[in-house]
């Protein structure tokens, strides 16, 4: 490499690693060594792992932090399970203009607000609002019906707020899938439901990895949905690091949990490569 | 069995809102026959091979493999398999799975699949590659490959859509020969489509020649090629040199013609349904024209001329000569005999042509068509 | 060395942004605190501009504490959240007394507020705001509800909501006859007071609707009918009352708890002079009746209450007859530490089925 190029490329580099350094590298290494802070009294501390060992020995946070991923996980799949029949029907059965304009009905949710959006869940599902009316109007109720503040609330409202991110990248890998393919398959005798788990699904794997990692990630660190949807029972991790950042004015705990949360949620996606028997670089590439 | 075809088409269409993209097809495939269908882009021949295949539903007519209906038997069901433009070979499996794929869907047993896939990848010349993924092959494999694939299943009949047209020139001219010997030995019955007639004509025992989505002509290629029925068929099958001229006088069969050029041609008018002032197109193909430095030797023939060399196309036995009319300037294309004769002939150089009256193929214009 | 150009490109960034703001009052503070007709006149007067970054307690001080006290010239919490916060991270610098008009204050809330919030012998705040949290209660649904453990009655299963936040603590400490406050010395003692409240809040869940968490999703929540009693501030009644005669604001029998919002100097604020003209603007009687007027509470202005409109005076004086005003209880200042005891019950709290 010449000297010339040499320098082009580092001033391209640039952006990337300055990025990297100041507002990813810096921040994280702040927040670990302020993980690393026990308090032991007023404006005294020493440095340990303490606020680690309070994650595992209080039952109360580890708990809140599985039901958070095991909620997350159910999120996930439901997402895969309802964008994959929508992105399909994008990507292989409309064409051009009716094409463009689904895609882009699935991206108006997103031209406002994450907090619009769950208002908007809050008045369809709650005890006076759009779906108690009608069920009694319809009949079907005797009474109004309360459907907000519970856990299939929250679940609604993660995979409203996830559906894109699973759906784009289904449809552009559906969308590199041959029709061809497909037709082979029935042409060779094979029934729908062999096409879709022998070549569709194994064609769409990149993407269906990608979308759930991008939808379980999204759900495990999302902290509106939950507080607002769940009431009483929201009982989220990432509310957890808020209440010990805001109210409780305990950062050391809060940036132990938040490290936790960083090492657990990438476990768990390391499992769920694993299990799929995908690798993270085959899933970027596509 | 030979009395029942293996397919039958019966006044078969398919509409698309108001285009008619196959209008009244008829045609059966005897038993181990290679029948192509060959036609221009847009003629419906991949609309027609869909509806065989099953994935597309005529909209009129009958479809029968073996003398059964099949309109109401599921693509996946029928006993048809297809080799696709672009192979759509699978390529999530490896090759021994694709070519094990369909008796998979039959739930044949592993050990059996195993066998049979290995027999059938033998047979095409690729023992051993089962476990070997797909993008290791080369075109001409994957090619064998994807007939392997459809072979395995013992389809009644194997439609080919256009399989070689993504190879290159050299790979095609060597799959051509291959494809006819792989059939043969299959003694399967093949529709093949196609828009290149040099495929058709090389492998074919019967070719279709489809236009605007009707047949034109089904027959031999030697039949297509010396006895075209239509201006279409003469115009589309081999090359040819094409005039359009008006009827001046007919007499016991023989017409002769005046081109838009002022240029007098004589030709056979075998269905005798030509009148004066009627308009015709002229097909002469450039074999047909003899060429002569002597005036004598092509005097006898119905057509004669004198011309000069306005281009020599070279190209080893295939060469052509551009003949400029020497009283009319119209341009004629003439193949140039590799006897040595005319080996010197250069440009601007002044030559004597001349075709027999019955090597003159004419036909009523488009315009005044007739039932003919 | 490329370190030190960007560490001197930011300083000089920093620099010049101050420079620049040298005459901005960058106000911490509620909503309603500092409405638009105040802040003209101010504007007006002085020639400073006031930028208006809206809050609560919490909020206030975690901004101050992730800037050590910088990014605001001055805030405005509670006066029973200033002491510790003082202690533990140092956000705020002292008052100095001379440049503040004492005279516009009432005498005995300004000297509470100040007592409150001595820390080290100087004193951090001066009072602005006050009022109280109780009951705001439906009393055509729910007549019945006169204290806080009546939240838990069968009557209004389902039917109701509270904040999980530390005056729910303390209001259900008192209303089951205990007294958090005199514990507040004692850690043990106050431990003890609250596991039997957060065992009094966790058998109460099943009749909680939801627990609200801002002022408008409360008042949706008591307008719909979906909850008709519930812990909240004395002005959220009083707008209820407005547009539903059967809702108001209920003193509850134990007590309502008071609070005083206060005026605190941030340790890095910039604009000192300024934050001096402002609280002495804004505690002229005038001023603090258009404040009232918009926060819907009184203030520490003397005189301040002559000038505001008669309904919100009859609705203050309809929830708090003279010995609910003598019954209200008075935040002490919060020592330090005691919050982890709170937030750790709450979490179980809100764990707990």
Redesign the interface.
Known sequence: MSDRSKLTFWLLLAPLLIWLLTLIILPHVGMFLVSLREKVG??EYETGFANYAVFFNEP?YW??FARTAYMSIAATLLTLLIGFPIAYYIAKLTRGRSKTTLFLMCLIPFWVSELVRTFGWMILL???GVFSNLLQYVGLASGPV?M??NDAAIMTGLVYTSMLFMVVPLVTTLDSLDDSLIEAGYDLGASGFAILREIVIPHAMPGIVSGCIVVFMLSLGNYLTP?LLG?????WFTG?IY?????????ELGSAFGFLLLGLSSLIVFVGLKLSRQSLGKTMAQ | MSETPDLECRDISKSFDDFKAVNDVSFSVPQGTFFSILGPSGCGKTTLLRMIAGFQEPSSGDLLIKGKSVLDVPPNKRPVSMVFQHLALFPMMNIGANVGFGLRQRGVNKTDITKQVERVLERVGLGGVAERPVSSLSGGQKQRVAIARCMVLEPDVLLLDEPLGALDLKLREHMKIELKQLQSEFNTTFVYITHDQSEALVMSDQIAVMNQGVFEQVGTAKELYYEPDTAFVAGFVGEANRFTAKVKGSAGGSVEMVTSDGQTLHGLDARRSLSVGDSVDIFVRPEAVRLSRNQADVAAMGNTGQGKVANILFNGANSQLILRDQTTGAELNVALPQTGEFRDLARDDVIHFGWEQQQTRVYLADGEQTDV | MNTKLILSTVAAMTLSSVAAQADTLRLLTWGGYAPEDVIAKFEAETGHTVEVTKSNN??M??KL?ATNGGGFDLAQPSQDRIAG?Q????IYKPLDMSKIDTSLFIPSMLEATKGNTTVDGEVYAVPHVWGTSGLVVNTAQAGDVKDYTDLCNDSVA?KVSYRL?RPTLIGFAYSMGLDPFAAYGDEAAYKDILDQVEAKLVEC?SN????W?GGDELKNLLR???VVASMAWDTGGWQLNDDNADITFVAPESGALGWIDTFALPARGRSDDVAYAWINFVMQPEVAAMITSAAGNFTASQGGDANVDDALKAKYQASFPQEAIDNIKWYPSVP??L??LE?AA???I??A?
């Open positions: 007023v404006r109360l708990n809140t709650r005890e006076t309360e907000l503040y507080i009431g009483k029972d929201s009982l957890l209440s010990q950042f805001i109210t409780r004015f305990n950062w | 919490e909020e001080i975690a504490r916060p202690a533990e991270f140092g389902g936040k869940k909680v609707k939801t627990y968490d719909s009918g979906e330090a530490g919050e982890a937030g709450l979490d179980r809100n764990a089925n």
